[in-house]
């Protein structure tokens, strides 16, 4: 007896819940290894990603299964993180985030990304371009979390 064809197309995500990541590769012909080489593009901003697989007969219920382990890419480009970040309450619903610079000559500045505070899984929507420079934020948010990417 022989195996149907089950094609498997696997995915990476920001987190390791809901299965909305992005495609590596799909539809995968079976391999007489059962191993697939993920070459992630040099673009791929540095973070943990979480890779899962479907398998889909287009028959029954598609299977998807997130790996056992986060993968860590580190962009060897990327600048040095900044030291001595601080974000302590500026005033009357206002954020003052601040630190030291770095030195990289080919830096030419910082973004901020954050939200408001929703829990965790929360989605930094808003994003500020701080320049070289300290920031403030002086709009109406009660409770943020703030990141520096």
Known sequence: MTCPFI????????????????????NLPLSGTGTYLWNPSPDLPSANYYVYAVADDEKNVPVHR???????????KAPVTPRNFHVQPGGENSL????????????????????????????????VDAGNRNW???????QCVVYDR
């Open 7 to 26: 094609p498997v197309s696997f995915y990476y995500d920001t987190d390791a819940a809901g299965f909305y990541g992005l495609p590596i590769a799909e």
């Open 66 to 76: 997130y790996a056992a382990t986060k993968i860590v890419i580190v962009d060897p």
């Open 96 to 127: 003052l985030v601040t630190w030291d610079p770095n030195s990289e000559p080919d830096l030419h500045g910082y973004q901020i990304n954050y939200a408001v505070d929703a829990g965790a899984g929360t989605e930094l929507t808003e994003v």
């Open 136 to 142: 403030a934020n002086r709009s109406a948010i009660r």
